[in-house]
Structure formats: structure tokens, C-alpha cells
């Protein structure tokens, strides 16, 4: 290694410390007892989101419409967490809203009237009109037996009687002047002839000879059109009589029922709209108790039946009773459906065939968080049919609509409800990531002036002394709820640790708690199986991490296995012209790992320029293949002030076969091609990722960790060398968070990571070479990278000019 070479690496080579982030067990030793008291119903504390936090406050307080909010963020950020803490201190500060209820439509049955009453209030008018219904089944048809009703009803048979009888003496009177008798038999008039003062029967009456018989049935006949005249206005008797008996009942049945109703009026005085129920009740329920309650045939129903059917008549159906103790509601629909959301008119089935009414009316979450808050998840509401656009319709009337969303697609039924709309006044939060609210912002308008609030929840939280200490607090307190071990502080750092890789950054802690949630989970199965003693410490927190890796580590290790049996080619030692091991990360469901991958590059005289060859075949995605082109203006920059760079070149990942993004590879694909152009080796211990500009600056890339450790366990299971390293871009140091594993080789001198900042220091890692600076006559020293590269170009540029001449 040449002294600038050696000089470099020192100047880049990072120390162990630079390779995780700094903490200490002091500051989660001071939450244990404030963790202790959590147990039971007391909320759970919350860390972070300070802008999202002054979003929700402001957009939960504003009561003008279209103030709604949409709460964006990953999920296991906290973000329902946090939301219905601060619902629940807003609602119980509120005033409970008024009840709901339906009830019958006596005039238009299909077309159901709604009824608000106060908060609390619904269950008393239930029970109020469920008493008036037993009374009504017990005070009929016992109240006709009372001795002043049965002494009108006599009155009214007897004056029917009387005229009856009257017209019937009228015609008797005559027929025996004509030696007839009259006589009444199953309710039937007929006549008989008398002989010697006795009525003969059909057979002596046929015994008669022709004369007599047929002067008696003339006799008869005209009997008859006596009779009939006589008997002429017996339906207007039969009319009045029944009409008069209809009237004694209707006003024994009022008489009978108007002390309930007075009781039931006075009970609620102070509802005009309940007043204004009593008064359609009072209007409908003689007939009603009539026609249901007095019945004359045998098969008469039982009082359970009674009851029941004028349950379906008068009881108000209320549709969702309130706490006046309670506050505002505060809902949560998981399962956003039509009807969930928005109620429904349910059926049930009698003899045979269904039937609806105003008392299978069933209410949705609306209905529920009618006067306080609902939470819905936007992704869940997005991939319901129908429900967005009649969600926007009920925010912008602010009325919620009762009704069959697919009857216009459907074969029309019978017998459907039309309910009466319920006012709405509601305050939505919606759950949901970035993609679905810029794409709902860019082409929904409505959702803009329905949604105007953003709680926008951070993915990441900055690591303060308070933040971590807060952050302890939260993993003792989920320890506690579940009845866990105490969590010790090792144990605690652990698994802030994890957050801080999971977070990608030495300063920024992951906000997805859940994700910690699940390795402390797992630790307390680590701790159960060693036999449940003692505190839950750092060891059951690595064992549960090496258990995962395990469970989904099956894919890395096969990658391994095929390098080391050389199915896949990578080398970590030794030297090799335009051949350079780049870093990847594969992210397959759970598994997650970095792998080395051979980057080559070859080069020719021609005009063709640098062939990406993962394009060429459509497997290289638009920002790989945007690294690639970078390439070629770095080279016209670099290399051609002074004459054309022409050149031929073709750059490849070898034995790749899926699709390939990113341009982190970028760096490593321009020393293979400086390497081709130079012929200068390049030492294939060291493994490199970055990205780079047309400027040659080193940028960073993502998935840094992962790269490292991948690179490292192939080094490790081929055996350390004490040279094997990485290359990676002094800006992403900041995103070390490494294993101890990693952190113990380099700290024994096993494993080396260097940081860079522009091509050419990484070009001087690999090549063991100086790069070379520009001189003032615009030449680079001849034996440097770019002095040599430089030739190389314009023998290239010559060999073609050479040609066209």
C-alpha cells in the first residue's frame, strides 16, 4: 500500500464507537416506580408527535364544518393510541348528546318519524310505553264486562230487537189470518201452512192435493214480498246498531285508556316532540286495542302474542341509548360496511314470508358517534363500495341516510322503509398513510373541504434524554399490563437500541412502538422457557432476537451457503481487474438481509457509450438505470476536456436475475468501470455501497446496517483476514447501529469499515493507488487512477478518429 494510501485509510477507517449510538442504562433506572403505577385502567403514556398532537387539538376543537381530520402516519406509530387519549378527555368534558329514536308512522307506515330525547331519557319513555302496553293488555277485554257498558249494550240490542220483532209481528199477524204459520230456524224466517190449527210438515204438506198445495204456496209467496217489505231497512238497522255499538266501545275503550296517557303526557311535559307521539298514540290506539286486543274467535292469542304485536305498533325503537355521565361518544369502526356505518332496515320472517318495520331499523357507527368523535381507517373506507361518496354526502348535509345502497341494482321488493333522516354532527378522524391522502388530496376535491386538518404523525423520534427516558417508561408500562417480569435496565436499553436500528439513525428513535412491542413480547417467551425467574434482562432481549433471525433467516443463510459453494461468485480476498463487490439488501416478507453482489464492467474502443445491461434486458428499474447514465456524464466531466471520450462499455450485477432499483450501486459500478479502463486491480476484500453524482461526491444510500452485517457473516463463515471491510459514505455514519458481533471484529482489528467522501478516495481504498490531481497544465500524474484512465480514453478517442480518417 502506497503512503497516501495508508494515510487515507487511517484517515477513514472508523472507530468502534462511530458504529452504534451512544447510551446508558442510568437514564431507564429512574422510571421503574413511576412505571409500577400504570397497572390497570390509568392510559398509557405517550412520546412524541408534538405537531401532530397541536393538529388533533386544534382540529377536534373547531365546531365549523369541514374541520375533520385525517391522521397520516405508518401504522404502530401510536396514532390510535394517542388519538382516542385525547378523544376521551375531550368527550368526558362534553355534554352527552340527545337520543334517537323511531317510531311509527301511523298514516304513511313505510315512511318511519324520528323522536330526540334528551340523553338518558330513552330507556324511561321505553319503559313508560312498555307499562302502558301491559296495562292496556291487562285492562282489556275485562273493561266491556263492567255492568255500565253492558247496560248500553243492551239498550242498543234492544231498540235492534224491537224493530225487528215489530216488522216480524207485522207479517205473523197476517199469515195466520191466511192459515200460515211464521217460524224462525237457525236465524232463517220461514212459513208453514196450518191445517185443523197445526203446521204441517214437508211430507203431509206433499200429501195435499194439487189445488191446496198450490193455494197454500200462494199464500206463501205473497207472505214473503210482505216480509221482505216489512224487513226492507233491516241493513240500516243492522248499520245503526253496529255504529252505535262502535262508538260505546271506542268511547269505553278512551275512557278506559285516557288516564295512561294523561300519566304518560305529564311524565314527559317538558318533550314536545314526545308530547307530539302521545298525540298520534292517542289518535291510533282505541282502534288498535280493538282490533288486536278484543277478539271473539276461539282461537284466541296468547297474552305474549298480544303483547308483541302491539309492541310492533307502539314502541319507539331507540337506536342507541346514551350516559348522561358519560360525555360525547367516542367510536371505533373496524369493519367500515354500508350497514355498519350507516344503519340498515333489517327483516324477519313470519309464516313464511319477511317482513320489515320502523322496530328493525338498526343503527350504524354514525348513529353511535352521532354528537361526538368516530375513527375509521381510510384504507378500509376506500375499498368498501360506496361508502366514500355517501360518507362526503352525509359530512357535507350533515344528515345520516337510512337506506338500501343497491336497490337501483337490484329486483325491487315488496315492502321497503323510507326512515326520516337523523341530523348529524359528527367529527371524523381518518386513519391512513402519505399515499392514500395526496392522492385523495390530488383528485378529490371534496375530501379537501371535508378534511381540512393533517395530524401528521413522525416516523421517527429525536433521541433526547427525555424522549428515551419516556420511552423506557412506555416499555415498562406495556410489561406491566401483561403481567411481565420487571424489565431491567439493560433490558430496556436493548430494546431501545432495537428502535434506534429500526429508526435507521444514531440521533432518531423509531416511532413504531409496535414493532418493540413484539421483540419485548417475545423476550418474556425467551424468559418463560428458561424457567421464569428473576428480572427479564439483555439476554432474553438477544435471545429473542437471535430466535427471529432464525425463524426467517432461511433465505439469507441459502444465499450464504451458495457463495461459499461457489454456485453464486464472490471473492473476499484477493485481486481482479473491473470486478468490484458491491452491497445489497433483499427485503422478502419478514426477512430482511444484506448480500455482496459481483459488479463487472468491461470496456472496448467504440462510441457506444455505457451500456447498462440490467436495462437493456428489463431488469434494471428507473433509479438503478438513472445511476448508470450519471456515469457517463461523470466521465465527460472528469476525462473529456480536452478531447471526446469515446468509449464502449458495458456495466452488469452478474448472476442477478430479479429486478434491480436504487442507485446505491452507482459508486461500485464506476470503479469496476475505472478498473476495466485502467487495468488497475481491485482488491476484492472490501465490499462498497454508495451512490454518486456527476460530480464524483459520494451520497448516501439506504439499508446501510444491513449491507455491513451481510458482507461481514460471508468474511466471517470464509474466515476473517484481518483486510476484509466495507466501503460505505461518510454521510451514512450517522445510520450506523450495528451488532455487537460487527462492532467486537472491528474492535479487534478483523474487520475494518471505511467512510468516504468523493470517488476518488474509495477508488485509492480499492486500488491500493493514488487517484491523482489535476496539474495547472490539465494533466494528472501519469502513473495515478486518472492519469492512467486518461490515456487509456485518448488512445480510445485516437483509435476512432484514426478510423473515420
Not at 564 to 585: A, D, M
Amino acid at each position: 500500500m502506497t503512503k497516501t494510501a495508508s494515510s487515507l485509510a487511517d484517515q477513514t477507517r472508523l472507530g468502534v464507537d462511530e458504529l452504534t449510538s451512544s447510551l446508558s442504562t442510568s437514564l431507564f433506572s429512574q422510571n421503574k416506580k413511576s412505571a409500577s403505577n400504570v397497572k390497570g385502567n390509568k392510559p398509557q403514556s405517550f412520546v412524541g408527535h408534538d405537531r401532530a398532537k397541536e393538529a388533533l387539538e386544534f382540529g377536534l376543537s373547531m365546531s365549523a364544518i369541514g374541520f375533520n381530520v385525517f391522521a397520516m402516519g405508518e401504522h404502530g406509530t401510536g396514532r390510535q393510541t394517542l388519538i382516542k387519549q385525547m378523544l376521551t378527555a375531550l368527550a368526558i368534558e362534553k355534554t352527552a348528546p340527545d337520543e334517537w329514536c323511531y317510531t311509527n308512522n301511523f298514516d304513511e307506515s313505510h315512511i318511519p318519524l324520528t323522536l330526540s330525547v334528551k340523553p338518558g331519557e330513552g330507556k324511561a319513555l321505553l319503559s313508560s310505553m312498555n307499562k302502558f302496553i301491559d296495562g292496556l293488555i291487562s285492562l282489556f277485554p275485562d273493561v266491556f264486562d263492567n255492568p255500565g257498558y253492558q247496560r248500553k249494550k243492551s239498550a242498543i240490542d234492544r231498540e235492534f230487537n224491537q224493530k225487528y220483532d215489530q216488522a216480524i209481528s207485522v207479517v205473523e199477524e197476517i199469515a195466520l189470518k191466511e192459515n200460515v204459520v211464521l217460524f224462525e230456524e237457525n236465524g232463517e224466517v220461514g212459513f208453514s201452512p196450518l191445517v185443523d190449527g197445526k203446521p204441517l210438515s214437508e211430507k203431509e204438506l206433499a200429501n195435499l192435493d194439487d189445488t191446496a198445495r198450490a193455494s197454500f204456496y200462494q199464500v206463501i209467496t205473497e207472505l214473503e214480498i210482505v216480509l221482505t217489505e216489512q224487513l226492507l231497512e233491516l241493513p240500516q238497522w243492522k248499520r245503526l246498531s253496529f255504529e252505535q255499538l262502535k262508538k260505546l266501545k271506542n268511547a269505553t275503550a278512551e275512557q278506559a285508556i285516557k288516564p295512561y296517557l294523561t300519566e304518560l303526557e305529564k311524565e314527559f311535559s317538558e318533550n314536545e316532540g314526545v308530547l307530539k307521539y302521545l298525540g298520534a298514540v292517542k289518535n291510533h290506539v282505541v282502534e288498535a286495542v280493538l282490533e288486536i286486543l278484543i277478539s271473539e274467535s276461539d282461537d284466541a292469542p296468547t297474552d305474549r302474542e298480544l303483547r308483541k304485536l302491539m309492541v310492533e305498533r307502539f314502541l319507539p325503537n331507540l337506536l342507541v341509548p346514551r350516559d348522561i355521565k358519560q360525555g360525547a361518544p367516542v367510536v371505533y369502526e373496524q369493519n367500515p360496511t354500508y350497514q355498519n356505518l350507516f344503519g340498515h332496515n333489517d327483516f324477519a320472517s313470519f309464516q313464511g314470508s319477511s317482513y320489515t318495520s320502523y322496530r328493525l331499523i338498526r343503527p350504524g357507527a354514525l348513529h353511535k358517534a352521532n354528537g361526538g368523535y368516530l375513527l375509521l381507517d381510510a384504507e378500509k373506507v376506500l375499498s368498501q363500495p360506496m361508502i366514500w361518496s355517501r360518507l362526503k354526502l352525509a359530512l357535507k348535509t350533515q344528515q345520516i341516510t337510512i337506506e338500501n345502497p343497491y336497490s337501483d341494482y337490484s329486483q325491487p321488493s315488496g315492502y321497503s322503509l323510507q326512515p326520516e333522516k337523523i341530523p348529524l354532527q359528527v367529527k371524523v378522524v381518518l386513519l391512513g398513510d402519505a399515499e392514500i391522502y395526496y392522492t385523495l388530496q390530488d383528485y378529490d376535491q371534496e375530501f379537501t373541504e371535508l378534511f381540512r386538518v393533517l395530524a401528521d404523525f413522525d416516523r421517527h423520534l429525536d433521541k433526547t434524554d427525555d424522549n428515551l427516558t419516556a420511552f423506557g417508561q412506555l416499555i415498562r408500562q406495556r410489561a406491566e399490563q401483561h403481567n411481565y417480569p420487571q424489565v431491567s435496565d439493560d433490558a430496556v436499553l436493548e430494546l431501545v437500541r432495537y428502535a434506534l436500528r429500526r429508526g435507521e439513525h444514531k440521533h432518531k428513535v423509531s416511532a413504531n412502538i409496535v414493532q418493540v412491542n413484539d421483540l419485548l413480547d417475545e423476550a418474556n417467551y425467551c424468559w418463560q422457557k428458561q424457567g421464569g425467574k428473576g428480572s427479564l434482562t439483555a439476554e432474553h432481549i438477544a435471545l429473542a432476537q437471535a430466535a427471529k433471525k432464525r425463524r426467517v433467516g432461511r433465505l439469507s443463510e441459502t444465499w450464504l451457503s451458495e457463495i461459499k459453494e461457489q454456485q453464486v461468485l464472490i471473492h473476499t480476498e484477493g485481486e481482479f481487474i473491473g470486478k468490484v463487490n458491491g452491497l445489497t439488501v433483499l427485503e422478502i416478507g419478514d426477512s430482511v438481509f444484506g448480500t455482496p453482489a459481483r459488479i463487472t464492467a468491461t470496456v472496448y474502443a467504440g462510441s457506444e457509450g455505457v451500456t447498462d445491461i440490467e436495462r437493456e434486458v428489463d431488469l434494471g428499474k428507473s433509479i438503478h438505470s438513472k445511476g448508470v447514465l450519471l456515469l457517463t456524464g461523470y466521465l465527460g466531466h472528469k476525462y473529456g476536456q480536452t478531447f471526446p471520450v469515446s468509449i464502449s462499455a458495458n456495466i452488469a450485477i452478474e448472476q442477478s436475475y430479479g429486478h434491480i432499483d436504487g442507485d446505491s450501486a452507482s459508486m461500485a459500478e464506476l470503479c469496476a468501470l475505472i478498473s476495466a479502463i485502467t487495468l488497475l486491480p481491485i482488491d476484492q476484500s472490501l465490499a462498497m455501497t454508495g451512490s454518486i453524482n456527476q460530480h464524483g461526491e459520494v451520497q448516501s444510500i439506504g439499508g446501510v446496517n444491513e449491507k455491513i452485517e451481510g458482507f461481514f457473516q460471508l468474511c466471517l463463515d470464509k474466515g476473517l483476514t484481518g483486510k476484509q471491510g466495507v466501503i460505505i459514505p461518510k454521510t451514512n455514519v450517522i445510520n450506523l447501529m450495528l451488532n455487537d458481533e460487527v462492532m467486537n471484529a472491528v474492535s479487534r482489528g478483523e474487520f475494518v469499515i471505511h467512510a468516504v467522501e468523493t470517488i476518488d478516495q474509495a477508488l485509492e481504498l480499492l486500488m491500493n493507488v493514488d487517484a491523482g490531481k489535476i496539474s495547472r497544465t490539465g494533466r494528472y500524474p501519469r502513473k495515478s487512477i486518472h492519469g492512467l484512465a486518461l490515456d487509456k480514453l485518448e488512445n480510445f478517442a485516437n483509435i476512432l478518429n484514426g478510423d473515420e480518417e
